[in-house]
């Protein structure tokens, strides 16, 4: 199994505010006119626009991604829906029970990379998805789903043993793509709603994916309005490089998981570098809170706790003094998906307990 913090979290790092590609749909509006006219009185002619309806019409063009191979740009790509989706492959765990979410269980043909909690909520509907590889899926095993949509993460579109084929690769093979919005670099709290909005017109689910992204409106506010008393602090992304080392992932391409921790009043110490952290340099920036992603396969969060604790070096971290060191559910944060808020609700009440 490869380190969290290169294909795990999220394949170019450990683990990608500003894309906000705009969805392009169909949507119809009626107008009702009603014309009087009487000998000797002026006509009157009253018209009526209705609301957009709230059924997809088809054929559906959607804005989505592409791009020209791993570690490239992702840009525009339009995705044109003759029809809704009737056989889905997932390319996580998160993007999965985002479909379960909408109702869509039955419509899902294969899910892969199951590496962290999953929601309680929806289990025994995730249970009726075939699992085509607990680990992420190969081309071959996704291809083999016979799915006519791939839907998921950025970054597992590529040729490789751990990728399900690039965008252009599946297309060419009759096969529609939808990479989701939030694992694009540049994607915000939004991002997820747009990823809801535009599902819910591929779906046809309209209303249903409307009243969800009321509920996560709401959630997010409650995330905010709890911790807003304890002010800013700084944190950063910390791993088992190995027999307790710590290792440091500047989560410069998440700013997903960045945006939804900016409601906590989190502020990533390492938002803006590239390239590897020295244990030196997160001594020197001195964060206040330290967090540790969980997955399943990786190193056991305890032992790695009590490494890092007891690590003679690390002494005059604000994080090992206070005890802040936070383990973080992979699927929840790297996900990309509405299970991110179910882990910022854990960490909000972690949160508010410390000075």
Known sequence: MKNVFSKYVPLTAVLLMAVMIAACSSNTQNQNEAANSTAGADSNTQAEEAAPSSKTVYPLTVENFTNNGEGTEWKAKSQIFDKAPEKVVANTQGAAELLIKLGLTDKMVGVAALYGEGDPAVAEEFKKIPVISKEYASKELVVGASPDLVLGRSDLYADADWGVGTVEGLNELGIKTFVQNTSVKGATLESLYKDIEQLGQIFDVQEKASAYI??????????????????????????????????????????????????????????????????????????????????????????????????????????????????????????????????????????????
């Open 214 to 355: 009321e509920e996560l409106n709401k959630r997010a506010q409650t995330l905010k309005d709890a911790t807003a008393a304890s002010g800013e602090k700084t944190f950063a992304y910390v791993s088992d490089g190995g027999e307790g080392a710590i290792a440091i992932y500047s989560g410069n391409t998440d700013t997903f998981a960045g945006d939804v921790l900016g409601l906590l009043g989190l502020k990533n110490s390492f938002g803006t570098v590239t390239g590897d952290i020295s244990k030196e340099q997160l001594i020197a920036t001195n964060p206040d809170v330290l967090l540790l992603s969980s997955y399943t396969g990786g190193p056991d969060s305890e032992q790695t706790l009590g490494a890092f604790y007891a690590d003679a070096s690390l002494q005059s971290l604000n994080a090992i003094k206070n005890k802040t060191i936070y383990v973080i559910d992979f699927n929840q944060f790297w996900g990309y998906s509405y299970s991110i808020f179910d882990g910022a609700d854990k960490l909000a009440s972690e949160l508010v307990t410390k000075p």
